[in-house]
Every structure is written in C-alpha cells, then in structure tokens.
C-alpha cells in the first residue's frame, strides 16, 4: 500500500485509565520499530479515559491523535449523562458516530446520527461516520466514512474470530458510496487483524481502517500496522 493509510482503534467499552496509559506506554515503545511515514494513528478510547491518554500524548509527544466514540446530539447544558462536542473537542480531534452498536443497543436513528454530526462538526471536530450497507444514509458534514457491515464485526468472545467482508464485496460498496458522496475518504471496519489485513490491499479507494478488537492489544495493533 503506497497511499497514507488511517488507522483508527475503536476500543468500544474497553480500559480503564491505567489500561490506557500502560497500552500507550508499551505501544509507544513498539512505534519505534514501525514505519509510520504512511500511516496516521487515532485512537478512540472510552470518554473516561480519554483525559489520560491526551496527558501522556502531549508528555510524550506521541504521533497518536485521539478520538472520542460518541458525541451528544446536543450543546453543553442539562442533558443528564451526555458528553458535549465541546467537552471532546478540548481532548480529541475525532468522534465517531452511528456505530452499529450504537444503532442496536440504543436505537440510534439516522435523525439522530445527522444531528450528532452536525453538532461535531460545529465544534470543529472531524466525523468518522459508520455505514452498515451501500444503502446507509450518509448524513451531510461526515467528513470520514466507515463502511462496517455488522455481520462482519467481532464478538469480542475469545476463540471466536470475527469474518470479514469479502474484498470484492468491499469494493463494490466503495465504489457505490464513492459515485453517491464523491468522497475518498473510505475506511473498512470488521475483524480487521494482522491475519486478515492483507486481504485488503488491492481495494481501490481503501483509506484506512477501523480496527475494533485486534486495537486492544497494544502487541496485535502494532503487527497489523507492520504489515501496512
Ligand atoms: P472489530 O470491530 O474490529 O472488533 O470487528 C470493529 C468496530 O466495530 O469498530
């Protein structure tokens, strides 16, 4: 893969904040080892964590950029348990919004997606926005787009490992998403690992990706990074 490639580590509901620091602590000493000219790294830990993580990027000035993995449809006010844009926007650069599992556990729709985006992206924050088909809506202002088909997500349940999508299928999305957005921006999510990465390097319009499961093991991330 010849292009600058994004990776972004989407830990979901994962780590503590010492989690965090030690992960960045160890990964930080595997970087060394890794090219990196053609690779930008995010990070996406849980909103509690993501304080640490700025803290020891910013001491150890890490090449690492941080993202948040939801954002509040609405501004800084009395929305009880909600993190504004705002509030990410003083840690992260990111936010990734309309996660499947945002959609299946929480029953996020596309009006609330659009307004999440919207709110993101008043703050200056750059939307990573996830698309579970070639049909999905994509709102306007999504600055990154994921295709992640649910199917091919990993369960996260050792011993089984997640399938993901055929390349050929990935391409034919991209390319429906590519002639309906105009956008290049196209990032594939679902059991991307170091076994599986290399399935996907003769995608045309491939990006980067979003790297679930194999993200929480600082050792697995940084061998799937090696073989980019
Ligand atoms: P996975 O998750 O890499 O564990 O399949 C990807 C995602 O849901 O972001």
């Given at each position: 893969m010849d292009k600058k490639l994004l990776f972004i580590a989407n830990w979901k509901s994962n780590k503590t904040c010492s989690d965090t620091v030690?992960?960045?602590a160890h990964f930080s000493d595997e970087m060394t080892r890794l090219s990196l000219?053609?690779?930008?790294?995010?990070?996406?830990?849980?909103?509690?964590?993501?304080?640490?993580?700025?803290?020891?990027?910013?001491?150890?000035?890490?090449?690492?950029?941080?993202?948040?993995?939801?954002?509040?449809?609405?501004?800084?006010?009395?929305h009880t348990g909600e993190i504004a844009p705002i509030q990410i926007k003083e840690l992260a650069d990111y936010v990734i919004i309309g996660h499947s599992e945002r959609r299946r556990e929480?029953?996020?729709?596309?009006?609330?997606?659009?307004?999440?985006?919207?709110?993101?992206?008043?703050?200056?924050?750059?939307?990573?926005?996830?698309?579970?088909?070639?049909?999905?809506?994509v709102p306007k202002g999504a600055d990154i787009l994921v295709y992640e088909p649910p199917r091919a997500i990993s369960s996260g349940i050792p011993g089984k490992p997640g399938v993901p999508d055929d390349p050929r299928k990935i391409s034919q999305v991209f390319t429906q998403i590519h002639n309906k957005t105009n956008k290049n921006e196209l990032l594939y999510g679902?059991?991307?690992?170091?076994?599986?990465?290399?399935?996907?390097?003769?995608?045309?319009?491939?990006?980067?990706?979003?790297?679930?499961?194999?993200?929480?093991?600082?050792?697995?991330?940084?061998?799937?990074?090696s073989k980019c």
């Open positions: 030690e992960w960045l000219d053609n690779k930008d790294i995010v990070i996406c830990p849980p909103f509690t964590a993501l304080f640490s993580a700025y803290m020891y990027i910013k001491e150890h000035k890490l090449p690492i950029s941080l993202g948040a993995q939801d954002v509040s449809p609405f501004d800084e006010g009395m929480f029953l996020e729709d596309d009006a609330i997606i659009a307004k999440k985006v919207q709110s993101a992206k008043a703050v200056g924050l750059a939307t990573i926005v996830c698309l579970q088909d070639e049909n999905a809506q679902g059991s991307v690992a170091s076994s599986t990465i290399d399935a996907f390097s003769a995608i045309p319009l491939l990006r980067g990706f979003l790297v679930g499961g194999a993200s929480l093991d600082y050792l697995e991330f940084a061998r799937l990074l």
